[in-house]
């Protein structure tokens, strides 16, 4: 079995810092960058994007549903872009917020991860609506080939906040009790250890607070950027648990088609957070 996601984030953490860069070609990017919102478009960016992310980040996360809506040949290239991000040593989190019961989460765990996937992610987010509980093949897959499941928890936007504040009547959140269920799993999975699911945490919103540390697992952290979230929000948010956040840009890292560009504000982002969760940590 490959070593644990966790392992291997904790490496990429300690030589390139936790940064994510999001990859997320909108229509409007394509055209903005002038490289046209179709399939060729695609491509050209990610062969524009994908060698300066190599240099500068240890991971990406890829939005999958702008690869989708170019069809066939948007999901080649999204396939393309995770074989060549992975031979180039960088960790892919797929961000496609899968989830359903039974034999679909089955498909699902097998289209994305393990060594055989055609798809293969080292992390892939998925959705707990339908139940953690439902979540069994994906977890069972994740755990066998060292992947992780990013469980959404406490998303980004605003229009999430309805469900996932909503308390019962002991007065614990639906966001609290995921996070609670996450933590279970991972006990029965690996006392003590972090593996091997994780939650999607927004830092946009700083409360009410979440019991982050007991759950044992890793955190998406989107947001930081255009969405609102600045690198001092993760700190303040992880406080106590920073060795474990993966902080993730995607729009404001894409402001223009200059590798050169590109590479510097990627790079100033990455070092800051090295800065304020890495070294200021240690």
């Keep these: 079995m490959a070593d644990a996601f966790s392992i291997r984030f904790d490496s990429v953490r300690k030589s390139r810092g ?25 491509d050209r960016f990610v062969d524009l994007v994908l060698p300066v992310a190599a240099e500068t980040v240890g991971l990406i996360k890829p939005q999958a549903a702008f690869y989708e809506r170019h069809g066939w040949k948007g999901i080649r290239t999204l396939a393309r872009l995770i074989d060549e991000a992975r ?73 999430g906040r309805a469900i996932q504040s909503s308390v019962d009547g002991a007065g614990c ?16 999975l690996a006392p ?30 989107p947001g930081v950027g255009r969405q609102g979230a600045s690198p001092s929000d993760v700190a303040e948010v992880f406080a106590s648990c920073p060795d474990r956040v993966i902080p993730s840009a995607s729009r404001s890292l894409l402001a223009g088609p200059d590798p050169t560009r590109l590479r510097d504000e990627a790079s100033a982002l990455a070092a800051e957070f090295v800065r304020l969760l890495v070294t200021e940590r240690s």
């Design 18 to 42: 936790p940064l994510a860069w999001g990859f997320d070609p909108s229509g409007d990017i394509l055209d903005e960058w002038g490289l046209g919102d179709t399939p060729v478009g695609l």
């Design 87 to 159: 031979g180039a040593g960088l960790l892919v989190v797929l961000d496609a917020k899968r989830g359903d019961v039974g034999s679909t989460n089955q498909a699902y765990a097998e289209a994305y991860l393990g060594a055989d996937a055609p798809m293969r992610s080292d992390a892939l987010t998925v959705h707990p609506y339908l139940g953690v509980g439902a979540m069994g093949p994906l977890v069972e897959r994740a755990a066998e080939s060292g992947s992780c499941l990013l469980v959404v928890t406490r998303s980004s936007n605003r229009e």
């Design 173 to 188: 959140s639906v966001e609290q009790a995921v996070l609670d269920q996450i933590g279970e799993l991972n006990n029965e």
């Design 192 to 221: 003590g250890r972090v593996w091997p699911i994780g939650a999607v945490v927004g830092p946009t919103h700083l409360e009410p607070h979440l019991d982050l540390a007991a759950a044992n697992a890793l955190y998406l952290a």
